[in-house]
């Protein structure tokens, strides 16, 4: 059974008792020193174009993912995890811990001189593999929107190897896939999918590695379109991949395919005896494709990649630690991307990083069960300069929005944000929101 975590009243009664017991700060800094000496792995698996109502554990009645809904019967399952609405905005952002008006210089690009989760833990010791969608090298058009700026080999990114799809040519990713290697060695692969070669790739270096420690990081192909069959479906072998087709009535076996594939690494930490020191995070980049509508908890969700609403940004995540995340927590928390990079540095060397470093709050303390500050709002800034997306920025917390152009929305009862509200006419305590809202607007302005 599923235990709802309250972190604010577990800090109330630490507080309460702080002079027979010690200080939860020091509580807390002791427990993630010794958690620190001893250099847990990291997992971080992000999939592609996936909403929250996508995962059977948050309540999709259309698809079926038994191995993300084990994870978190072991873990913990996040509810309120935001990323932006856009895949290359939400990959800078969760790899820097930084909002995307400091350093997004261009679609499908990652400034070089930017440093990475990767960076921080290589310079901890750690052994660092990316496997999946790269998408941050650019290719000639996008340098030459982006004012000729070069995007990031994964090299530069702070990464030891890898195999990964368009690191600077697209090809396929799924059937007969185009995959770069290290040192940009470039192969295709006949009669094959290109997710079980990522994870064969990551299963490969996690058991060259096993006495090291590691992250690997694995951005996810699936479950972007184009919506074609998996190696699961009759007709695989005989799809045409030299043409571009997309069908959504793919999407859903996609999504169980996906799902086999964390199974299988989680099946290979496991028999790796590594699973009581591994961190393994799973989470979405951005919302369900819009050509995607799926069944959850008796509503119909059309996807919104691209767009700002609830359907575009609220993306599942999941942690599991065998040991030390207490299985069956559902943490109600917000969580944004820029959270992830302070919080896997938190993990693997118990240093709290600076407001200089990151924007990003580490939610390190919450995957323990101690005591915490949780954020009281989450910051958007999107202007991914692909496409005919409009540029936004807004503050959220679970229930209101509000944007810089003065847009403001209960996103409890309105998540589609189709009734805008006034200002004007808010209550005390509601306008007392608005106005740290507008606070944070102006504290992040370029």
Not at 350 to 369: I, Y
Request: contains cysteine.
């Amino acid at each position: 059974m599923y235990k709802r975590i309250i972190i604010p009243l577990f800090g109330s009664i630490c507080a309460l008792l702080v002079l027979s017991l010690g200080s939860c700060k020091n509580r807390n800094q002791g427990i993630a020193a010794d958690i620190a000496s001893k250099k847990p792995n990291i997992i971080l698996i992000m999939a592609d174009d996936l909403g929250y109502e996508t995962i059977g554990v948050n309540g999709s009645e259309e698809y079926t993912t038994p191995h993300l809904d084990q994870m978190a019967q072991n873990g913990m399952q996040f509810t309120q995890c935001h990323a932006t609405p856009l895949c290359t905005p939400s990959r800078v952002q969760l790899m820097t811990g930084k909002y995307n008006f400091r350093n997004y210089i261009g679609f499908g690009l990652l400034d070089s001189n930017e440093k990475t989760f990767a960076h921080y833990l290589k310079e901890d010791g750690y052994k660092t593999f990316v496997a999946g969608k790269w998408q941050l090298l650019g290719n000639a058009k996008q340098r030459e929107l982006a004012q000729g700026k070069v995007g990031s080999t994964p090299e530069q990114a702070g990464f030891d190897d890898y195999c990964l799809w368009q690191l600077d040519e697209r090809g396929n990713r799924y059937a007969n896939p185009h995959l770069s290697f290290k040192n940009g060695k470039a192969m295709d692969f006949k009669e094959q999918f290109g997710p079980d070669i990522f994870v064969d790739q990551i299963a490969s270096f996690m058991e060259r590695h096993r006495n090291d420690p590691f992250l690997v990081y694995y951005p996810m192909a699936l479950t972007h379109d184009p919506f074609v069959p998996t190696p699961l479906n009759p007709d695989f072998g005989d799809f045409d991949t030299s043409k571009y087709q997309s069908d959504p009535r793919y999407f859903g076996e996609m999504v169980s395919y996906m799902d086999q594939l964390v199974g299988k690494i989680l099946d290979t930490v496991e028999s790796l005896g590594l699973s009581e020191n591994t961190l393994i995070l799973f989470l979405g980049d951005n919302g369900t494709h819009p050509s995607v509508v799926s069944r959850w908890k008796g509503q119909r969700i059309q996807g919104n990649k691209g767009h700002t609403t609830k359907a575009g940004t609220h993306v599942p995540l999941i942690a599991q630690w065998k040991g030390t995340i207490t299985a069956g927590q559902i943490n109600d928390n917000l969580i944004d991307l820029s959270d992830f990079l302070p919080t896997m540095v938190e993990t693997v060397s118990g240093k709290k990083l600076g407001t200089s470093q990151t924007d990003g709050h580490s939610f390190h303390s919450q995957l323990l069960g101690l005591a915490s500050t949780p954020r009281e709002w989450i910051f958007c800034h999107y202007d991914p300069n692909w496409g005919k997306f409009k540029p936004s920025r807004f503050v959220q917390n679970h229930s209101w929005k509000l944007y810089g152009d003065g847009r403001f929305y209960h996103i409890g009862n309105d998540p589609r944000e189709t009734h805008p509200l006034s200002i004007a006419v808010q209550p005390d305590s509601v306008a007392q929101l608005i106005t740290t809202f507008n606070t944070v607007l102006a504290q992040y302005k370029k």
